[in-house]
Each structure stands twice: as C-alpha cells, then as structure tokens.
C-alpha cells in the first residue's frame, strides 16, 4: 500500500497581492538563424491514430538543453546529424552549428518511427535513440563550444527494440562508492498494440481490452553496467500505464522512479524475476490424494492435449499463456495457475492453444511421438491424465472451483469502489521492491516540466489555484521522507495557460524569472515575473505616487515564419525557438 503524501506550497514564495501582468510594448531583440540540416519532424502512420500516439509526436520538443552546459543547445536533423548550438553566438552574424555525431541510419525508411530523441545522463554522457529500437550510448566528452572532441559511440543495444518505436525520456549515470562499476539507467516510452505487449501477467488488471483500449504507454526501465571499460545490458523492467503517462524520471541515485499519471498502472515485467505471483509449494508437492484437479489431460502418439477451465468471461487478455521446447506457464491476471517442466519435448512451432467461453485448450505436439507421458508437468500433482475431451468435462464439473480464479460480478461493487480515472498522481516507484511506495493526488493540471541541476530529477510545474507550482522530486539520498519541495512559482500561469488553446510549448529558465507560451505558429507570450531585474519602463503608483521598478509584465511577440514550432527552450538571458528551417534567438533578458 502506498503511503500517502502532500504537495504543501511553501506560502513565502506565494504572493497574495499580484494585480496581473501589465503589457509592455517594448520591442525585443530576435535574431533569425538558418539551420545548416532541417530538422527532423516525423509525423504518426495510418496506423498510430491513438491519443497517445499524437501527444508523442505532436508535443515532443526537438530542442535539448544540457544540465551540464549553459552554453550549448542541441537538436537532431532530419538525416540524423546531432547539432551542438554554441547560445553565445546567438547574438552575431555568424552563429555556430557543429555537427558532433552522425547516428548510424540501418533502414531507410523510417515509416512509423519516434523523432529521434537525446538525453545527458552525466558530464560527458549521452544516451541517443533513432527513435525506432535501437539505443546509443555515446562518450561526448567535454560539451562546450570550446572543445573540439567529437562524439563517440561506446555501446549500442537493441534491448529495447524489436524494431518498436521508442522515446528516451530520461536518464541518469550512477557510480558506486567504490568507483569500480557505473550503472546508466534510461527511461524509454513506447506505444504498442496490446496484442504486442511482453508481460508476465495479464493486462486486464489494469482495465485493458482490445476494443477500449488498443493501444497503452508501456515505460522501459533499462539499466547498463559499466566495467573494465566496456558497457553491458543490466537489467528491464517494463512498466504498462494504459491511460497515459504526462511525467517520468529517474531518482538519484538511481534506485527508483517518480511519475505523474492516472491509475491503474503497475509492472508487467523484470528481466531479473517473475512478477506474477509465484506457484505455492504446498500446491505442487501436496500429497496426491489432498490435491484438487487443477488442469486435465491427454495424449496420442502425435501429440499432448491439456485443459483447463476459468470463468466464462475470460479473454485472451486476461490470460499470459508461454509455450516452449520444454516448459509451459498460464498466468491469469497476477497469479501463477501453471508453470513448470514438461515430462518432454514439444515442437513449439505447431503447438497451439485455444480459448472459447472460458475453457483453455492447449493442443502439444511431440517432438519424439514413440514416447509416453507418465505426467504433464515435473513435480505437478493437480493434474489428471484422462482418456478423452468427455472424461475432461466430467472432472471439470466434479471440482466445483478447483483451479479456478475468484468470480465476482461488478453489480456487487459500491460506489466507493469504483476508482476514478480523471485523477493524476505523483508516484514514487521502488526499483528493488517493485513496488509504488508513495503517492499524491494532484489537486491541479500538469502545466509543463522543466530542466533542474546536474543529478537531479527534471522538475515540473503545476497549476495551484491561477498559478504555476514549480516541483522538484526530491532523490533518495536524504533521510526524511521522500515527497516532492515547492521551489519557485509562476504568478497567474495556470490561469494564463488555460485560456492558450493553441498553445504547443510552455517553458522557464533556471531563475524561474519569466515564462513562455509558444504557439504552434507565430506568436509567443512572455510573462516576466517582478522579480525579474530586466531593464524596463519605470512605472508610477499613481494613488502614492511611488516610483514601481520591478513589475510583472507581458509581451507578445509574432514570429516571421510561416512554419510550424518544433522546439522551445528557455534560458536566463534567451528564449530559443526552432522550426524546420531557422532557429530564433530572443534576447529576454540583458542581465
């Protein structure tokens, strides 16, 4: 059970008293830069057509910043160079692209693909996905305009591929006390089809089927392991969050997750153990004449047929059902009903199995057809041999519940048992014990998230009344409970931004001293916060007469282009813009 916390504001960094944003017709400096490469703007197939399909084409900003760097920026072209922006040179004639790694291009088409994603996982880390299953980790060295040192690739898996599409989200590098191994740990979100999901337990716990929801967010947990100077897979865990994912980061140091989403979600995979409740000894090695007949059987020269029963509501997806040359396992929802070794081998090409109203056929072809089974399953006594389907039948009516999953009907659940799907929470998930140990419900909209320092988990930003809650995760390192600290506000924003519908990117600098909404198209709005120091119009309070230096203000800019954003990011002094073709630079502040 998780334990519930609180998001509390801290009330000094909150200003009862804000009167709005004053509009200031002061023109700012935009410089207009064309990109060496356009860049890359992949759009959904026929076939991605879902909610969350669009959201993770439509919203993902092709603009990086580096934690490690205030200097530099980075996007990826659509030949798939990766290009360090030197921000400095923002500001002349002869602004600075270089090209620092050509990812390797294995198809041609790149039909249903993610953009290309990046991410820093340390000072001279990154981890690179082409966006369609292959994974990169690449040496940068030293990312400044200064240095000339190209980048390297060090390891490249296919992990997490199969030629799905992927998005890297986050990632973090981690070095044990000994300094003797570095863990990576990357977070990879994907869109599949349900029918396509690997699970170790049923996706109708978390409410899934075919006609409702096609297709769910699935986040890939991957670790690495570095030592003796070569790169390793580690570890996978798989994560199912069907009705979407709005946040998710690594914790320092590393050891477990925080993400903002709608319940029901959980783990459907681990590389390293099942997560399907396991099959009780008492259950497999009970004496024979004390054990209810759980599956049937039967066998002939060509083959091994095995039945078992559950409720007549029963689909495919409430089932995990794994045939191999020597095993079988069912898995029904999160419980293990079979799993162990055959008395000998299959061809597991033409084995198959059936499901129909509730009764589950598995049809085994012998590899060796002059052998006799004495047993289906090594040290498995709930089962029975029988002569035909007829006996079967027979055995299924006599054991009224054996073997069979609890049934319930939904007219027997009170209201308060109906769980909410509109609400989002905070969630901390713990990597060693598969388990959420913490949870917030938000009282608010997620507006945006935004970079924090090295190390840190990004923060994000909430809507608190009218306005904007910045977040920070806290990591695992401090000793008090884990929660997330209230670290700057935005005045007014949530108010702001609901009434932006055509509002595509909202970002802040580090000094959280203005905000900007972007646009799809042409035009941007900055909210200076009165703490900003920028220069400005001085203004008078006319009822005292007093002279008001720092007030919050708001401008407007139209951008000249007739492009779609593709990118937004913010600095303490620029605001980038980044559509196919240019790159805008906006000096915001002159400090």
């Not at 082409?130 to 898996?157: E, M």
């Not at 598995?362 to 006594?381: A, E, R, T, Y």
Request: proline residues 5%.
């Amino acid at each position: 059970m998780e334990q519930l916390f609180e998001l509390r504001p801290r009330k000094d960094l909150l200003d009862p008293t804000f009167e709005g944003y004053k509009l200031s017709l002061d023109s700012l400096p935009v410089y207009k830069h064309e990109v060496p490469v356009a860049v890359e703007h992949l759009k959904p197939n026929e076939e991605q057509f879902s909610f969350q399909h669009v959201k993770t084409f439509g919203l993902h900003n092709h603009l990086i910043d580096d934690p490690w760097s205030d200097e530099v920026a980075f996007f990826i072209s659509k030949d798939l160079q990766i290009f360090m922006i030197n921000l400095h040179s923002l500001v002349s004639q002869s602004p600075e692209f270089k090209s620092v790694w050509q990812l390797p291009r294995h198809l041609e088409s790149r039909d249903g693909w993610f953009n290309a994603s990046l991410s820093f996982a340390g000072p001279d880390l990154a981890v690179v996905t082409d966006g369609g299953g292959v994974l990169h980790i690449v040496d940068t060295g030293v990312r400044t305009p200064a240095n000339s040192h190209l980048w390297q690739a060090k390891f490249s898996s296919e992990d997490l591929g199969n030629s799905e599409p992927f998005k890297i989200t986050h990632s973090m590098l981690n070095t044990t006390e000994s300094n003797q191994s570095e863990t990576l740990s990357v977070l990879a979100l994907k869109v599949e089809s349900i029918d396509k999901v690997e699970s170790q337990i049923a996706l109708s716990v978390f409410g899934c089927s075919e006609k409702e929801t096609p297709f769910i967010n699935c986040l890939e947990w991957v670790q690495y392991e570095h030592v003796d100077g070569h790169w390793s897979f580690k570890q996978l865990k798989r994560l199912a969050i069907p009705h979407g994912l709005d946040y998710a980061s690594i914790l320092s140091p590393g050891k477990a997750l925080c993400l903002i989403a709608r319940e029901p979600l959980g783990i459907i995979f681990d590389s390293k153990k099942n997560v399907a409740a396991p099959l009780e000894n008492n259950e497999t090695m009970q004496d024979e004449t004390e054990t209810k007949v759980a599956y049937t059987w039967t066998e002939s020269p060509e083959e091994v047929t095995v039945w078992m029963t559950f409720d007549k509501q029963t689909s495919k997806h409430d089932l995990v059902v794994k045939i191999e040359s020597q095993t079988l396992k069912v898995v029904y929802k999160q419980q293990t009903y079979l799993d162990g070794e055959l008395a000998h081998p299959i061809s597991v090409g033409s084995s198959t199995w059936t499901l129909l109203d509730g009764k589950l056929e598995f049809i085994l072809s012998k590899v060796d057809k002059s052998l006799s089974w004495n047993h289906l399953i090594q040290s498995d006594l709930r089962g029975r041999k029988v002569l035909d389907a007829e006996t079967a039948a027979d055995y299924e009516s006599q054991a009224e519940g054996g073997g069979r999953p609890p049934v319930f009907s939904s007219e027997q659940l009170e209201e308060c048992d109906d769980m909410p799907m509109d609400e989002s929470c905070v969630f901390r998930f713990d990597g060693e014990t598969n388990k959420f140990t913490h949870k917030a419900i938000l009282s608010g909209q997620l507006l945006f998230f935004t970079q924090s320092a090295p190390g840190l988990a990004p923060a994000f930003c909430l809507r608190h009344d009218v306005d904007g809650l910045i977040w920070q995760p806290m990591g695992d390192e401090l000793e008090q409970s884990w929660g997330c600290l209230h670290t700057a506000a935005l005045q007014a924003l949530g108010y702001i931004q609901a009434s932006k519908e055509q509002r595509k990117f909202t970002v802040a600098p580090p000094n959280m001293t203005y905000a900007a909404l972007c646009d799809a198209f042409s035009h941007v709005y900055i909210y200076r916060q009165s703490n900003c120091t920028s220069t400005g119009v001085e203004m008078v309070h006319r009822p005292t007469g007093r002279r008001v230096g720092n007030i919050a203000r708001q401008q407007v800019l139209n951008i000249d282009s007739s492009e779609e954003c593709l990118g937004a990011l913010a600095t303490n002094s620029f605001l980038l813009l980044l559509t196919s073709s240019s790159l805008f630079s906006i000096r915001v502040n002159s400090d």
